[in-house]
């Protein structure tokens, strides 16, 4: 499982461009002034088992944002965040109850920015031990893994379609049993799916 660590560490350092929910709709036009909030998410990444399980959580659906949506544990960095890197683990722990001393971060994917005005920042990290897992209730429906192998193979990713705030709004998923990931969640896993594979 070190090599998966060393192979994963050394993609996070190959260049990479950010990335936005609109990557796939080039004529939205963004305002220039808009003002983005710090975010910070986490790619946590189980070394424990036989193959590398990536750790997901779907949305509570009684949410105002993104209800019952796949998502990393994760949110907009607060005051007394030292920074997006602090606030991905704080999110998990409160989120899944994972201790924030367990992740080993090896380091970050390029930020994407979300429709919901959001610059958030992957942090990827691997975890080398096991842990209870504990869903807040209140924003957790469930916590779950897939198998890494899956999300880094870009096969597993197609670009489908839905109509948003009038318009045809296109956008990646990679679906995995019952679990459908698309969106930023699946945006963000396609862009380290692509440093895995130069």
Do not use: C
Not at 129 to 157: A, Q, T
């Amino acid at each position: 499982m070190t090599d998966w660590a060393d192979r994963i560490k050394a993609a996070l350092h190959r260049p990479g461009i950010r990335s936005s929910d609109f990557d796939l709709n080039p004529e939205v036009e963004m305002p220039l002034n808009r003002k983005l909030r710090p975010a910070g998410v986490l790619v946590p990444i189980s070394l424990v088992e036989d193959e590398p399980r990536l750790i997901l959580t779907k949305r509570s659906s009684a949410l105002k944002h993104h209800p019952g949506q796949i998502a990393f544990p994760g949110g907009k960095q607060d005051d007394g965040d030292a920074d997006v890197t602090a606030a991905a683990l704080r999110e998990a722990h409160e989120e899944i109850g994972l201790p924030r001393d367990l992740p080993e971060v090896l380091g970050h994917l390029p930020t994407h920015e979300t429709v919901t005005a959001f610059m958030v920042t992957p942090v990827v990290a691997v975890l080398r031990e096991s842990f209870d897992i504990v869903p807040e209730p209140g924003e957790v429906e469930e916590v779950f893994s897939v198998p890494l192998v899956h999300v880094l193979d870009p096969d597993r990713y197609s670009v489908q379609s839905r109509r948003w705030r009038g318009q045809r709004r296109y956008y990646y998923t990679a679906p995995f049993g019952p679990y459908y990931i698309w969106g930023a969640t699946a945006r963000m896993l396609r862009g380290l799916a692509a440093r895995m594979t130069p």
